[in-house]
């Protein structure tokens, strides 16, 4: 796929995520089966959730999709990437005020791990079914699912063992591994086909770009070497990054520097989400190219004054250096978080954003 990424013409989109927790005791939302799998609940309560941003903030664009009722096959404003797992036999326990959560697996042979099984599962059957009935309420469906990662369900169904696998097993785990990946690509497109999108809710700065972002989610990659690495995944995300473009990785540890040269050595990362922490100097510095996606701490910025917080970003922008190669965001902040605080993070990138497109048309 050709991708050209001065035709997105990005400059410095900023999103929240709040976390379910914020939800549930400030709107009352509940996290339950329903809440995913219901196609008049999924329809009803994404709209409601535009319209309580519209109305805290409204100003710096959020909730523009208010007055629509859109039939979104996947949770819009909810981090979770648990589908996936379920879809390959994990047990996931639905809580009211939390994202679902994954029970391990604890696989005894991975080499037995059936690819088409997964899409028999009954899991699998259920989005099917919704998918279905949005179509015939709607006349479509929209959006996309958290598909995770490699790494982060391999550790869903094989537990902590897969690190000694990783020694024990080379090959096998190489298999294995190959083997996620061929169902994560076959999920993805089968839901980027029919919706245009496959990212959106791994990352929301995704739905700022004009070509759909292919972002595969690394966030247990901080449990691994480089060289490990190196060893089992670099190769998928290099024909990962050849295939989907623009290619992206959604890392959110706060090392994600660690990984700056291996990653400079992808032939297409055009997207980065930097998990706070990151040094984001070392990475511009391997990845001039590369559109860097900064991650906000949501539990700092419950401490830091509004100052701080506008200081910080700033920061961060400058040490990116490319305001048309960098986002801001802030996941998951629970609900102590005021809404001074995020409207500062609004107000503060919206400034910035019209101070470098001046300076740009001058």
Same mark, same amino acid.
């Given at each position: 796929?050709?991708?050209?990424?001065?035709?997105?013409?990005?400059?410095?989109?900023?999103?929240?995520?709040?976390?379910?927790?914020?939800?549930?005791?400030?709107?009352?939302?509940?996290?339950?089966?329903?809440?995913?799998?219901?196609?008049?609940?999924?329809?009803?309560?994404?709209?409601?959730?535009?319209?309580?941003?519209?109305?805290?903030?409204?100003?710096?664009?959020?909730?523009?999709?208010?007055?629509?009722? #859109?039939?979104?096959?996947?949770? *819009?404003?909810?981090?979770?990437?648990?589908?996936?797992?379920?879809?390959?036999?994990?047990?996931?326990?639905?809580?009211?005020?939390?994202? +679902?959560?994954?029970?391990?697996?604890?696989?005894?042979?991975?080499?037995?791990?059936?690819?088409?099984?997964?899409?028999?599962?009954?899991?699998?059957?259920?989005?099917?079914?919704?998918?279905?009935?949005?179509?015939?309420?709607?006349?479509?469906?929209?959006?996309?699912?958290?598909?995770?990662?490699?790494?982060?369900?391999?550790?869903?169904?094989?537990?902590?063992?897969?690190?000694?696998?990783? $020694?024990?097993?080379?090959?096998?785990?190489?298999?294995?591994?190959?083997?996620?990946?061929?169902?994560?690509?076959?999920?993805?497109?089968? #839901?980027?086909?029919?919706?245009?999108?496959?990212? #959106?809710?791994?990352?929301?700065?995704?739905?700022? $770009?004009?070509?759909?972002?292919?972002?595969?989610?690394?966030?247990?990659?901080?449990?691994?070497?480089?060289?490990?690495?190196?060893?089992?995944?670099?190769?998928?995300?290099?024909?990962?990054?050849?295939?989907?473009? +623009?290619?992206?990785?959604?890392?959110?540890?706060?090392?994600?520097?660690?990984?700056? %040269?291996?990653?400079?050595?992808?032939?297409?990362?055009?997207?980065?989400?930097?998990?706070?922490?990151?040094?984001?100097?070392?990475?511009?510095?391997?990845? +001039?190219?590369?559109?860097?996606?900064?991650?906000?701490?949501?539990?700092?910025?419950?401490?830091?004054?509004?100052?701080?917080?506008?200081?910080?970003?700033?920061?961060?922008?400058?040490?990116?250096?490319?305001?048309?190669?960098?986002?801001?965001?802030?996941?998951?902040?629970?609900?102590? *978080?005021?809404?001074?605080?995020?409207?500062?993070?609004?107000?503060?990138?919206? %400034?910035?954003?019209?101070?470098?497109?001046?300076?740009?048309?001058?």
């Amino acid at each position: 796929m050709n991708y050209d990424p001065k035709k997105d013409n990005v400059i410095l989109p900023v999103e929240i995520v709040l976390a379910p927790q914020w939800w549930y005791e400030n709107e009352n939302i509940t996290f339950d089966q329903d809440f995913f799998y219901n196609p008049l609940k999924r329809v009803e309560v994404e709209r409601r959730m535009e319209q309580v941003l519209y109305d805290r903030f409204g100003q710096y664009g959020q909730g523009s999709d208010r007055d629509k009722n #859109i039939p979104q096959i996947g949770a *819009v404003h909810l981090a979770a990437g648990f589908l996936l797992s379920e879809m390959f036999g994990c047990k996931v326990e639905y809580k009211a005020d939390a994202p +679902p959560q994954v029970v391990p697996l604890e696989m005894d042979d991975i080499t037995a791990l059936d690819v088409d099984a997964v899409f028999n599962s009954h899991t699998y059957k259920k989005i099917v079914r919704l998918a279905e009935s949005l179509k015939t309420t709607y006349g479509g469906i929209a959006g996309d699912i958290n598909w995770g990662g490699i790494l982060n369900i391999a550790l869903d169904l094989r537990g902590e063992t897969l690190f000694m696998d990783m $020694f024990d097993k080379p090959e096998q785990v190489k298999e294995f591994f190959y083997k996620i990946a061929f169902v994560l690509k076959r999920f993805t497109s089968k #839901i980027q086909s029919e919706t245009g999108t496959s990212s #959106i809710s791994v990352n929301r700065t995704v739905k700022h $770009f004009h070509n759909p972002v292919f972002l595969h989610s690394e966030c247990s990659h901080t449990m691994i070497s480089i060289e490990h690495y190196e060893e089992f995944l670099f190769d998928i995300d290099c024909k990962w990054s050849r295939l989907n473009r +623009p290619f992206g990785i959604h890392y959110c540890g706060s090392d994600p520097h660690r990984y700056a %040269e291996a990653f400079a050595k992808i032939p297409n990362l055009d997207f980065l989400d930097v998990g706070w922490g990151g040094d984001i100097k070392r990475l511009r510095q391997y990845l +001039p190219n590369t559109f860097l996606n900064i991650r906000l701490s949501p539990v700092e910025i419950l401490q830091q004054t509004e100052q701080e917080i506008r200081d910080t970003i700033c920061r961060l922008v400058l040490e990116s250096g490319k305001p048309n190669l960098t986002g801001i965001c802030c996941i998951n902040m629970d609900s102590t *978080v005021e809404d001074s605080r995020i409207s500062t993070i609004f107000k503060t990138v919206h %400034e910035l954003r019209r101070a470098f497109i001046t300076l740009h048309q001058e």
